[in-house]
């Protein structure tokens, strides 16, 4: 039997909540996503948001390789009860030139949520402008917000709140470390990076960032930048769309080793995203050592990103 139509008429679509970059989200938010990335970790997320994504499908794109990021949000989706479906970009019509428009609208009419990680951060949101269902930020040539959310829930996890604490970047001003920039007002705590001359993060991520009330200070010598640190973050030198082959002249005084390590505080914990390229920005010794918590960070991508999802999906306030 077939069952009549509603004569109701349509309530009017919400918009779907995207996660495109820490700028966009309002404070209480993410500490939302962040206390709830806390909880998945410890085991005490609310039943209800346990598995809530049952018959969920997420999509995810990737026009760039990846471990942490593939695997944590595949596996992510599936904690929560969800499907998943991994496009790479070659193996689909993106590559051979269906627009970005085109590929967002017909994937919205498959599944839940989207995320992608590219280049340029117009294809993002262009991909956001026509989903019909919310799209996250798994990477662009200019931000890492997911990264980052992950970040913060493993400085936290050691170290307890970020609110008034010195974070110190010190490397390439790359991808990673604007993330971080967009994160310092919204978490409140001081963001210093050392980087050498042309590899300074975008000066208006660190203008805004200041003009909501963060501090952020921009200097090229890491031994003085990182002096009472509690957190000392590096990157590799060369990002994945970098396309200089030699930049090591220039970074080689911001590897962090034990002797830079030791401008920080003692306390001071060591991060690195990975994928790390050992002994060129970091040393054995310091990502080995036992200030290092670079495979905590990596853990903490699953939780973070189910934090994510679920605040896509609009199951946290
Ligand atoms: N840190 C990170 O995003 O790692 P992948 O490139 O492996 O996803
Ligand atoms: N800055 C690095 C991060 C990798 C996770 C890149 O963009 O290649």
């Not at 026009?63 to 593939?70: A, I």
């Not at 989903?131 to 040539?141: C, E, Y």
């Not at 991508?301 to 189910?306: E, F, G, I, P, Y």
Request: glycine share 6%; aromatic share 6%.
């Amino acid at each position: 039997m077939i069952t009549p139509m509603s004569s109701q008429p349509a309530a009017a679509a919400m918009p779907p909540r995207h996660f495109l970059d820490i700028a966009d989200v309002d404070a209480a938010t993410l500490r939302r996503m962040i206390d709830l990335a806390a909880q998945y970790r410890t085991g005490t997320a609310p039943e209800a948001l346990r598995r809530p994504l049952a018959g969920k499908t997420l999509a995810m794109i990737f026009e760039k390789p990846s471990t942490r990021t593939r695997v944590s949000f595949q596996v992510g989706m599936q904690q929560l009860g969800g499907e998943v479906v991994v496009l790479s970009h070659q193996d689909t019509q993106l590559g051979r030139g269906e627009t970005i428009p085109d590929a967002s609208r017909v994937l919205s009419r498959f599944v839940d949520i989207m995320m992608i990680r590219t280049f340029a951060p117009e294809t993002l949101h262009e991909l956001a402008d026509y989903a019909s269902v919310p799209v996250i930020n798994g990477l662009t040539d200019e931000t890492h917000p997911c990264q980052v959310m992950a970040d913060i829930a493993t400085f936290e996890q050691h170290r307890g709140p970020i609110a008034g604490k010195v974070i110190a970047w010190t490397g390439d001003g790359n991808n990673v470390a604007q993330s971080w920039i967009e994160a310092a007002p919204k978490f409140g705590f001081e963001m210093r990076l050392a980087c050498p001359e042309g590899l300074e993060p975008r000066e208006d991520i660190v203008a805004r960032a200041r003009a909501e009330g963060a501090t952020v200070i921009v200097g090229s010598d890491p031994r003085e930048l990182l002096v009472g640190a509690d957190c000392v973050i590096t990157d590799t030198w060369l990002s994945m769309h970098d396309t200089d082959t030699d930049r090591s002249n220039a970074l080689l005084p911001y590897q962090v080793n034990a002797d830079l390590m030791a401008c920080a505080k003692p306390s001071a914990l060591f991060m690195h995203c990975l994928p790390a390229h050992r002994n060129e920005e970091v040393t054995d010794e310091v990502m080995d050592g036992p200030q290092s918590v670079v495979w905590d960070e990596a853990e903490n991508r699953l939780h973070a990103q189910k934090a994510v999802m679920v605040w896509c999906m609009g199951l946290l306030s």
